[in-house]
C-alpha cells in the first residue's frame, strides 16, 4: 500500500497548482485523507482534509478560501487545487490517510498512518 503526491513544481505568485495523492496497493474510498506541509525549518502542519465519500470538508484559515480539497474514488486520487499561491506557501506537500475523518485536527493520535513521499511547491518572492 502506498500514498503518492504529484502535481508540485515552482508558480509565481498568484499563480495555481493542482496536487494529486494517488492510492495503490488500497482502495482509497473508505479512507479519509488528509493534506500537510513542511516547510525548511519548520514543524509539519495540517492544511485541509476529507471524509470517507468527500461529504465533510475542512481547512486551516491560512488556505481557507484559496485551496480546495477534493476526492476521485473512481481513480483512488485525492486532490488540492491551490489558487493565489503565495511565497509563504512554499514547502514540501504531503497527504496522508486516516481511518475516521478528524476534522481539523491533525496531530498524534489523529491516525494517520499512511504517507506519500512528499511533492515540493515553490513560490518565489
Known amino acids: 500500500s502506498q500514498l503518492v503526491e504529484s502535481g508540485g513544481g515552482l508558480v509565481q505568485p498568484g499563480g495555481s497548482l493542482r496536487l494529486s495523492c494517488a492510492a495503490s496497493?488500497?482502495?482509497?474510498?473508505?479512507?479519509?485523507v488528509g493534506w500537510f506541509r513542511q516547510a525548511p525549518g519548520k514543524e509539519r502542519e495540517g492544511i485541509s482534509s476529507?471524509?470517507?465519500?468527500?461529504?465533510?470538508?475542512s481547512y486551516e484559515d491560512f488556505v481557507k478560501g484559496r485551496f480546495t480539497i477534493s476526492r476521485d474514488d473512481a481513480k483512488n486520487t485525492v486532490y488540492l487545487q491551490m489558487n493565489s499561491l503565495q511565497p509563504e506557501d512554499t514547502a514540501m506537500y504531503y497527504c496522508?490517510?486516516?481511518?475516521?475523518?478528524?476534522?481539523?485536527?491533525?496531530?498524534?493520535?489523529?491516525?494517520?498512518?499512511?504517507w506519500g513521499p512528499g511533492t515540493q511547491v515553490t513560490v518565489p518572492s
Open positions: 496522508a490517510r486516516t481511518t475516521y475523518y478528524r476534522g481539523g485536527n491533525y496531530g498524534p493520535g489523529t491516525g494517520y498512518n499512511l
Open positions: 496497493g488500497f482502495s482509497l474510498d473508505r479512507w479519509a
Open positions: 476529507i471524509s470517507p465519500g468527500g461529504g465533510a470538508t
